[in-house]
């Protein structure tokens, strides 16, 4: 075979592999704009669908207020009706009764008028007499129309107007929401939430953040987060499991939320932190995150460790001290390379820790430099990062080398920072404590800098 045909052959596979990776970016881009094009058609259907429903309700909420208002005013007319009648039925009642009285006496009188001569004096005398006890020149009082109730219907013709108003300007459709999530970052057991405005003319007094599991029908959205900052941690969530994120905002001086962000979806594939279980003379909390030291000994301060590794750096670790007895040297809080020592302390070689009397200890090795006794409602902060002392060939750590963590311990408002010199590269670390006296509780808890 020429040379020329060998050149045509490879310009020839050259052309077919690049016609493939163009056909696959372009369907990529298809599937783009079919993922885009069922967004759009699918969250219009569904602000179709609450449009339809919303407005559905209010028209029979209006329609069963308008009636519920009728029937007041028609019930209010009817009492006014019966309450005036009764007195004109009385007075009524009265006059007829007068009247049948009146027609009785002519009757009589008449009669006796026309009676013989040896009848006229007795009944001329009776009729007199029962004339003169009816009262003849006795008439009821018949009220004038003017006083009388007139009843009539009044309505407010700024009502409709009101309405048609508030109406008008019920509701609204929005194309974009103002805000969208921007990052989600997995933590052990956990997730990172950012987002961000992307309408700069709204402006958020509250923003609302909510997730689920994905994939769950029956699954309802919970709160996560309700606040003012635009990051969150949600924590205890399980590993290697797809969630759905959404997020809202309140506008200042608004009752309202706003429309929910497009979901995004986020796992975790690391482990939660959880402490070690069996240890003696430590109770656990129910998700292994709280621990409380619950049976003294004078002679050994026991330490619990992490159940694994999970502490890397360029993470911040806080232990939180919900509850507090007696202090002692020997009390330890803090980082270690390894958890199989048979030490009784984290006071020893290949950790770093702070005793609960504010004594910083490296490698076993109390510092000149203090930070204030940990106590009841104390926040023990420990952020690290790694720094290598000597260049590593070709890059490549599992050659070891002299390597240093530098150390940040905050305790209070203080903090001290110093380099912790490990005769390995690592980036991953145990945490632990150890109490000598029962009474101590607390938790860990780990986020990224500055969360």
């Known amino acids: 075979m020429s040379v020329e045909v060998d050149v045509l052959l490879q310009e020839a ?13 372009l369907q990529q881009r298809l599937h783009g704009l079919n993922q885009a094009r069922k967004q759009i058609r699918g969250s219009s259907g569904q602000a179709r669908e609450t449009l339809r429903k ?28 019966a309450d005036s009648i009764k007195p004109l ?35 001329l005398g009776s009729f007199t007499k029962k004339a003169m006890h009816i009262q003849l020149d006795s008439l009821p009082e018949v009220p004038a129309l003017v006083d009388v109730p007139c009843v009539s219907a009044q309505f407010d013709d700024s009502l409709l107007s009101l309405l048609r108003d508030r109406v008008a300007r019920h509701g609204a459709v929005s194309s974009h929401p103002p805000v969208q999530i921007e990052e989600l970052q997995e933590r052990p057991g956990s997730i990172l939430v950012r987002w961000c405005k992307v309408d700069e003319d709204f402006a958020a007094a509250d923003y609302r953040l909510q997730y689920r599991r994905s994939g769950s029908g029956g699954s309802q959205y919970e709160d996560a987060y309700i606040g003012r900052e635009s990051e969150f941690l949600v924590l205890h969530l399980d590993p290697h ?17 706003s429309p929910w962000s497009i979901p995004q979806t986020g796992y975790t594939t690391l482990a939660p932190h959880e402490w070690r279980s069996g240890t003696e003379g430590y109770i656990l909390s129910s998700r292994k995150n709280i621990a409380l030291r619950n049976d003294s000994s004078q002679s050994r301060c026991p330490v619990l460790y992490s159940k694994a590794p999970t502490y890397f750096c360029g993470q ?46 490296v490698n076993g090795k109390e510092m000149t430099n203090q930070l204030p006794a940990v106590t009841v409602g104390s926040a023990v902060t420990f952020d690290m990062e790694v720094v290598s002392l000597f260049p590593i060939s070709n890059n490549n750590t599992s050659e070891g080398g002299n390597f240093k963590l530098r150390v940040t311990i905050g305790s ?10 490990v005769d390995q590269p690592v980036d991953c670390l145990f945490f632990g404590c150890s109490f000598v006296h029962s009474g101590w509780k607390g938790m860990k808890n780990l986020s990224a800098p500055g969360t």
Do not use: P
């Open 412 to 421: 209070g408002n203080r903090e001290v920072v110093f380099d912790w010199l």
């Open 13 to 25: 596979k050259e052309s077919i592999e690049a016609a493939q990776n163009y056909r696959s970016e």
């Open 316 to 361: 911040t670790l806080t232990f939180k001290i919900s509850a507090s007895g007696q202090m002692d040297r020997r009390d330890s809080l803090g980082v270690c390379i390894d958890s199989e020592s048979e030490e009784e302390s984290l006071q020893r070689d290949q950790a770093v820790c702070i005793s609960t009397n504010g004594a910083v200890f």
């Open 89 to 123: 039925d009385d007075c009524q009642s009265l006059i007829e009764h007068g009247v049948g009285q009146a027609d009785e006496l002519l009757r009589e009188g008449e009669a006796a008028l026309r009676c013989g001569l040896g009848e006229k004096e007795d009944k």
């Open 54 to 81: 919303h407005f559905a309700e209010l028209q029979a909420a209006a329609t069963r207020l308008l009636a519920e208002r009728l029937a007041n005013l028609l019930t209010e007319v009817d009492t006014i009706e």
């Open 241 to 257: 499991t797809d969630y759905l994120f959404r997020v809202c905002a309140r506008g200042e001086g608004r009752t309202e939320w």
